[in-house]
């Protein structure tokens, strides 16, 4: 590993100078992700400021908005009182990843920015678009597996990322229409989360519509009327310490068999967590049955493509979201 320099700013403006200023400078949190990238040569930043010392723990909830601090750890996060009982979704989401160690080292703005887990991105003596643009994607007819269905098209397929995002976290978030908060040089602002991960298009090594030095100083979910039908699906190669193949947050509001409305993301199929927004208001008013289940699939496949060994997905998501779906009605 290249030697780097350590800081551990107490102030949250202190941090955002050093990194905004600094190209090479990088924030570390729970350093479950950074690490690994740093030992395998992906990234050599010359600067690590440590977020560790700056308030941002707290979980709190005020006026119907639950905020979660960017360093709430995972596993504080999915044992909080007030998430499993408003929230109980994103409980479950945070729960089905890493292992119980992981969880208590990795923070909510770690989570949020993850690198992708493509093979190749960790190989660096394989092309990737990802971390060299333009040096090729060796997914595209490698293992690809994993990969994206949904969100791929570029105009120039020499520029071509297929990989995809890996949070669980992520995609309870996005189903419950969660702002992200930050902080940067040029002040504050929120964003939602559905809006903060891009797709590949002509740039796949941006993950994000961050700006240099922008740090995530919470996450705000308000109040919604889903707590009591929601379910996280994850289906993954094995029961624990595995990322998702594909996974589905799947929330209702149901007023006497019918339903009023629905929120649907899915992990594991693009570069970023994918909502459903289509098929969430295909539900809508829609009697509580699994026939609406299976054509709100339907509405939410439109424009998935397989790249061969990810093919599969194409059958597998539909009736991953159906199953969610009848978990979360309470049905099955
Ligand atoms: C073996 C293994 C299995 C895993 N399985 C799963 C799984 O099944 N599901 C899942 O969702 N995840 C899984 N993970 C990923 C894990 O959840 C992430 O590594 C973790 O959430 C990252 O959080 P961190 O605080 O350690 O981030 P760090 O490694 O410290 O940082 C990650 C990135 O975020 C940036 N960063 C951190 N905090 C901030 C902030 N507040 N503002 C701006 N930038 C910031 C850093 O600069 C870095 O680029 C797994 C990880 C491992 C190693
Ligand atoms: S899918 Fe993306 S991350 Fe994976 S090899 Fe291709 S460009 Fe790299």
Known sequence: ????????????????????????????????????????????????????????????????????????????????????????????????????????????????????????????????????????????????????????ETENPAKTCIAVHPSDMCVALAALDADVLLSGPGGERRIKIADLHRLPGANPELDTNL?????????????????????????????????????????LDIDNGQIRSARLAMGGVAHKPWRLIAAEKSLEGQPVTESSFRKAAEVAMVGARGFGQNDFKLKLAPNAIVQALLTAAGIE
């Open 211 to 251: 700006e240099r030095g922008e740090l995530i100083t919470a996450v705000e979910i308000r109040d919604n009327a889903f707590a009591r039908n929601s379910h996280y699906l994850k289906v993954r190669d094995r029961a624990s310490y595995a990322f998702a193949i594909v996974s589905v947050a799947a929330a």
């Open 1 to 152: 590993m290249k030697p780097f320099q350590y800081l551990r700013p107490s102030k949250l403006k202190a941090a955002i100078e050093m990194v905004s200023g600094d190209p090479q400078a990088r924030y570390i949190a729970g350093g479950t992700n950074l690490i690994d990238l740093m030992k395998r040569g992906i990234v050599a930043p010359e600067k690590l400021v440590d977020i560790n010392h700056l308030p941002l723990k707290k979980i709190e909830y005020k006026t119907g908005v639950l905020r979660i601090g960017a360093l709430a750890l995972n596993s504080e996060v999915a044992a909080h009182e007030t998430v499993l009982q408003k929230h109980p979704l994103l409980a479950q989401a945070l729960d089905s990843g890493a292992s119980g160690q992981l969880r208590n080292m990795a923070t909510v703005g770690g989570n949020i920015l993850q690198k992708t887990r493509c093979t190749y991105f960790y190989d660096t003596a394989l092309p990737c678009n990802k971390r060299e643009p333009e040096s090729g994607c060796s997914a595209l007819e490698g293992i690809n597996r994993l990969h994206a269905i949904f969100g791929t």
